[in-house]
């Protein structure tokens, strides 16, 4: 166990002091750097997918394609045009002879941490970018992913010495005593309620922050749309880890005449893709991360059903898992429609116009992600012009997180800032204007906004 009081303070100040040395490095040693990461992630992929196993019972596709690959490909991505981004961007100059120009440099010391529903990529994915920049880092993986923070923490030692990127393990102790340090950023993924007092403790050094937070993600299915073709992308980005994504479907709004049927393809989807026999594939489900969160999601589904909602798939609980759940006839004032469930049970509420859904969407926090089926772009332009969220998936949900030019975030409570590619360059670097001024006397004008102003406001 690490002294955290003795070795924290120590790590800093070693940070404090190299962060100018890193801030100096060329775009080819910062992808070399990167280049040994994507090595070492590589070399340590089988023993990543099983500590994944062991923090969630991750399906080793899921952990290789999304926890590791995720990882590997922004590193290629970087490769690919780090030397650009760093480039400096000459600007016009509104002063005669002058030049301007705009360099991005590192932000300097840099916090992150990581949540435990994607505990590797959450990690990985803010130091690709914190690298990029030319920062030095300290990482604070989740200690509810316990097996997924100690691999993570072996491969940044082998890859790097502390003095650019050390790993703090632990729980809320840990997490507030790194609070006290007076980092430049702080890149945050977790529950909205922690981003908030993250946000409140940056504030004492005014460090910037980047807080990807969570929320409810809203589907809106337009009733023109072919239900059959749109339940598989629905399912799939719902039950993908037992629901324990931040951007998966939250909750589904369709025409009224359409819920018996949306309900039914939903339910024959999952029992030809979570079933065999009859019996739960369980190597296809994640299981819930722990008890407490297990007992809150068996908490929301027996409220909905108290609130007059049906299940009408799934339910049931066994060897840690919820079956892939779906309930219709959801009331808005059910438990389940005031948090985010972060689970596999899927609610379908009803509207007769799509202005209703609208409405209650604009009701509750901008959402992280948004999702809308439908062929008709006026239905689309009304709902985007009508909404905000983070980002917006149309025909499908998720999948713009992975596009390397969009930027992934938030707004307000579901999160401040944005990464991802360039985005995660620019939220890791400050962007510095500099002005290199003409030789003294090339300006006749030059001194005329010099004292004494006597008579000058005439001229
Ligand atoms: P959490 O907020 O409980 O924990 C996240 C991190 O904060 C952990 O490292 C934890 O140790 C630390 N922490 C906990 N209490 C703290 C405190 N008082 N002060 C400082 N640090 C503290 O979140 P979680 O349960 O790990 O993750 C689930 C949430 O994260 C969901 O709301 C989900 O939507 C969100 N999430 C968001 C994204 C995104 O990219 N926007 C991705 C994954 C998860």
Known sequence: MVDVETKLPEV???QKQQQYVVKMTSAEERIDKLQKLKAEILAQAPAIIEALQQDLDKPAFEAASSEILSVMSEIDYYA????QWMEPVEVPSRSKGAQTKIISEPKGQCLIYSAWNYPFMLLFLPLVPALGAGNVCILKPSEMAPATSAISTKIIQK????SEVAVFEGGVDVATALLELPFNHI??????????EIMQAAGKHLASVTLELGGKCPVIIDEQVDLEKIVPRIVFGKYMNSGQICLAPDHVYVKENQQEEFARLVGEYIQRNYFENGKLTKEDLSKI???RNLQRLKGLLEDAVSKGATVRYGGEIEDG?????VLTDVLPDAKIMQEEIFGPILPILTYTDLDEVIEQINARPKPLGLYIFSEDQRVVDNVLSKTSSGGVAVNDVIRHMLEPNLPFGG??????GRYTGIFGFKEFSHERGVLYQAPVGTNPLETFA?????GKLEM
Not at 187 to 196: A, Q
Not at 321 to 325: A, E, M
Not at 411 to 416: D, H, P
């Open 289 to 291: 991360v722990n008890e």
């Open 12 to 14: 800093f100040q070693l």
């Open 411 to 416: 707004v307000n409570e579901s999160g401040i």
């Open 187 to 196: 890149f945050f993924t977790g529950s909205t309620h922690v981003g908030r």
């Open 450 to 454: 010099h004292a004494p102003y006597k």
């Open 80 to 83: 690919e045009n780090l030397k």
């Open 159 to 162: 890859v790097f010495d502390e």
């Open 321 to 325: 898992r919820i079956y892939p759940t």
